[in-house]
């Protein structure tokens, strides 16, 4: 885990969106019609939030189904398709500029790519081997770290520690149960899952819109394809097996680290960080929903915990007007 600090600016932050434009109307422009102090910060927060939990309930569903696909396409083969079906989506559908960009532009991008192949290698080797709900509560004591590393105020502190009971109740109060690589392989995913909050910001200033994150993905589809031939060759060609990978990359690359990119232009990593505790909950969902895996009192119990924690640090964010505004300066 890196041990850098992460620190947020106070003051906004000036876009093409938020810029005073030459052609905007006098009225815009008095006083009587602006809104109140603090409400576009409170807007842009509240629409950032809503993008990181849309993103959460779209790769956890992903990650379900991935779960279901293994067994066709071995874990190492479905991390394959997933990214390499992601990086031609976004690739087309971005078309990224690759000239013009400095060294420190591609050393960024490259690692936010291999951070992206260890995270879901690691990840997908966890769930081959323990349930979805206790990986996801292992892997998300990544960026709970990040977050108590990140945050500077007391208050944060309060929410991680809330955030991680619910995590370690949600793991039935231990993990000695498990298999062991699992329980690894879940915590190496965690520790790329912070790194991957770091460096997916980092892109996200240095690149335009996505595509920064079309470059990473194909970085590391190149780096995956060579171990999901290994380990799966020709059942990599099944059409069958082919439209469900494509289905996962959608489900789990391609729509949430799109807007993941995006709302981490607006809200702090602390607070993003933070909001990842609701991960566990979503992941448990989906088990249940498509995994038939039912959730017992005490997961519910855990899963409330989380969500106080999770909305105990929107609230206190959302309340200073400055949740939209700061971002994560360079480690």
């Not at 591609?106 to 081997?129: C, D, E, H, K, P």
């Not at 105020?153 to 000695?176: H, K, Q």
């Amino acid at each position: 885990m890196n041990e850098s600090r992460i620190e947020s600016l106070e003051g906004p932050v000036t876009t093409p969106s938020t810029a005073a434009s030459p052609s905007a109307t006098p009225a815009a422009q008095t006083p009587a019609a602006q809104p109140p102090a603090g409400t576009p910060h409170r807007r842009r927060s509240l629409g950032s939030i809503g993008l990181v939990l849309s993103a959460g309930i779209s790769v956890q569903f992903g990650g379900a189904l991935a779960a279901s696909l293994m067994p066709r396409a071995g874990a190492l083969g479905v991390v394959t398709l997933r990214l390499v079906a992601a990086a031609i989506v976004l690739l087309v559908v971005c078309r990224p500029r690759v000239r013009g960009h400095s060294r420190a532009d591609w050393a960024t991008v490259i690692v936010f790519g291999l951070t992206m192949a260890g995270m879901n290698g690691l990840f997908y080797q966890s769930i081959a081997r323990i349930p979805l709900g206790p990986a996801v509560a292992l892997e998300v004591l990544g960026p709970l770290a990040l977050s108590v590393l990140a945050s500077r105020r007391a208050i944060n502190l309060l929410w991680a520690g809330l955030a991680l009971a619910g995590v370690v109740l949600l793991s039935g109060g231990g993990f000695g149960s498990l298999d062991v690589a699992g329980v690894l392989f879940a915590l190496g995913a965690g520790a790329m899952w912070a790194a991957y909050i770091v460096f997916s910001a980092r892109t996200g200033r240095r690149f335009p819109q996505a595509d920064g994150l079309a470059l990473a993905m194909a970085v590391a589809a190149l780096v995956f394809l060579p171990l999901g031939i290994a380990e799966s060759g020709s059942k990599l060609l099944d059409p069958t097996t082919i439209a469900l990978g494509s289905a996962v990359a959608v489900l789990s690359s391609v729509l949430p680290y799109t807007l993941e990119l995006i709302a981490l232009r607006r809200l702090p990593a602390s607070t993003f960080a933070i909001l990842m505790s609701l991960e566990p909950a979503i992941a448990a969902t989906a088990g249940f929903l498509v995994l038939s895996q039912a959730l017992s009192a005490t997961e519910a119990v855990a899963i409330a915990l989380v969500i106080a924690a999770s909305m105990g640090v929107v609230l206190t964010q959302t309340g200073r007007g400055k949740a939209a505004v700061a971002v994560p300066q360079e480690l």
